[in-house]
């Protein structure tokens, strides 16, 4: 490898390549080709994303220089440097943002009878609704606190959206200064209005003014006597991270119901967003009040909390989304009998097992085409009912709130069968809802466990043990995604089921690993984190550079949501210059350059951002024309190979490898949805010249058409 490849300057900072991602989720909104709902949406997953941004990535600098911490990043650049850059890159894209929804979108929605008013634009019959409604819905819960020497400034939670008020007291003249808080989670952002209301020739379908519009304009209602000069809205973001690494795991979910207790006000704050019309000296007011610096100050030119807009996807207005998909029974799994819950039943004689058919083959399902309730529900169902499942065990990472995996595990505990689930209790942000799994499973009788001492406990796994025949069985899930029936929906996601006897034995001794003392060293088959991924990608990536020294056709192909990894970046350098193919799909942070002169012209480098989240891992290697395909939950980052537990396997049967490789043709034919990484580290958008390829209508289609065959 040359010695200018290891140069700083070819590796990408991760926190403005991951800013770079969300631009390309912005873009989505942008795009007049993507329906108006939706591009309410986009904007929303932007902000969404920027909170959580903010919350951890930027409140992890933030410690750093407040520690005194100045080490500098893999691209060379100091916390403080990040901090600069950071606020540099988003400052235009937030600008775009406000732009797209103040000059667009509302005027868009308008034409289909959608209204999002200002407060200004409500007529008289429309004001007296509003000031009846705030009245009786909104006015008893608000708490509005002033700010004197008898009151000190108070506390402003996380993500809160707020009104400084200036309030005059008519009789000395003097002004005061107040805080109310806009309640959130009880009351919807945009308040509809009756739709007679409207002197529109056509009545609208939906009218909406914002809640803090609401409030701001009929303050004089809670400061009776005293006179509203100027109110002005203002949101926080404070630091929302748990470190919670070294914590016992006896002491776990105590140490993390408090640890949430104090998330739901926050730590320090890191980013105060206020209207750009509030005057510097309310602006100074709040930085002193909650000892921030101008640094942390973004000006917003329109709504705080574009969030929010997500709530505009209620609205039935189905010709402004995408068109409504449902995914299908994956075709080896028609004429099972489904679950009580599907509401279904096969006739009598039509029964099969999921378990006779997995036992046949090895099955590949792909959500959200393939249907998951259909599958893997479907799998971990029979297996609570089957009087020969001996056992089940699984690990939870995120699930839905009213999930058919939970109830059926509770099932099976109930029926008497051995159930240990791996509960992540520091799933970033489903926290407090996985205490509440851990808490009901545990009182169902299943056995919890919250994973290894300093390792968060990522892999996506479940294992069925089955008596046949005076024999155990090992049946097993292995996937990319979440056992969650809501995001199976909108993710994209691979999955492995199988009867694999060494991938069985393999399995077991995982979770023996997570649940008990042992410290395997060695899988027969599985790639597991942290104990042989790291070093078995590498060796997959260094034997494609020996091929290609030797002559032959090196060739690598992958997909992740993310590469980071400074070891792998470098690798994959050696790989291109030594002449290797390199085609990879990276949705979010991807940290080298592709296409450099002597350096990375072998790599192609492409993200897919479309309306379902690329979630899915595929890696694959040409190996001299025998070619090697894995799939799992880990992406090229230094917490999954070194600081998680994952687990990546091969799909050896030729078949499913073929369906791999041909989807890998799907997304590497896309020019609809798919960003090209240039030399420069920036993304273009391709744009179809001829036949539009937009890879996931192209999957939906193909599945439909497997469905009707």
Known sequence: MSKEVTEKSLYINRELSWINFNERVLNQALDTRVPLIEQAKFSAIFSNNLDEFFMVRVASLKSQIEAGISKKSEDGLTPKEQIVAIRE?????????????????????????????????????????????????????????????????????????????????????????????????????????PQDLSNELNEPIFTGVAIEEVVGFNLELLFPGMEIEEHYYFRVTRDADLELRDIEADDLMSALEEGLRKRRMGGEVVRLEVSDQMPEDIINLLLEGMDIQEKDLYKIKGLLGLDELINLSRIPLENLKYPAHQGVTHPDLKGLQLSPEEGQSSKPGEHKSIFSIIKRKDLLVHHPYDLFSTSIEEFINQAAADKRVMGIKMTLYRTSRDSPIIAALIRAAENGKQVMALVELKARFDEDNNIQWAKQLENAGVHVVYGVLGLKTHTKIALIVRKEKSRL????????????????????????????????????????????????????????????????????????????????????????????????????????????????????????????????????????????????????????????????????????????IEAVTPVSDPALRRQLEDLLDVYFSDNRSAWEMKSDGSFQQLQPKDEVRCSQNQLINIWNKRAQN
């Open 89 to 193: 890159k988003l400052l235009p894209l937030l600008e775009k943002q406000q732009n797209h929804y103040l000059n667009y979108l509302k005027k868009e929605l308008k034409k289909t009878n959608v209204h999002l008013l200002k407060y200004g634009e409500l007529n008289k019959r429309q004001k007296v609704w509003v000031k009846n409604y705030f009245k009786t819905a909104i006015f008893p819960v608000l708490t509005p606190l002033a700010v004197d020497p008898a009151h000190p400034f108070p506390f402003v939670s996380n993500l809160s959206l707020n009104i400084a008020a200036i309030i005059k007291d008519p009789d000395n003249k003097k002004n005061q200064f107040a805080r109310v808080k806009v309640p959130q989670k009880t009351i919807d952002r945009f308040i509809q209005i």
């Open 473 to 644: 069985r090992s049946y097993f899930h292995i996937g990319t995604g979440n056992y969650n029936s809501k995001t199976s929906k909108v993710y994209t996601d691979l999955g492995l089921l199988s009867s694999d006897p060494e991938l069985g034995k393999d399995l077991i001794e995982l979770f023996n690993y997570l649940t008990g003392c042992s410290k395997p060293q060695v899988f027969r088959k599985l790639l597991v984190a942290p104990v042989t991924l790291r070093s078995g990608i590498e060796l997959l990536i260094s034997r494609e550079i020996k091929h290609a020294k030797n002559g032959n056709a090196g060739h690598i192909r992958a997909k992740m949501n993310s590469l980071v990894d400074p070891k792998i970046v470098k690798l994959l350098y050696e790989a291109s210059e030594a002449g290797v193919k390199t085609e990879l799909i990276v949705r979010g942070m991807c940290c080298l350059y592709p296409g450099r002169k002597k350096i990375s012209e072998n790599i192609r480098v492409v993200s897919i951002i479309g309306r379902f989240l690329e979630h899915s891992r595929i890696f694959w290697f040409k190996n001299n024309d025998q070619p090697e395909v894995y799939i799992g939950s880990a992406d090229w980052m230094r917490r999954n190979l070194d600081r998680r």
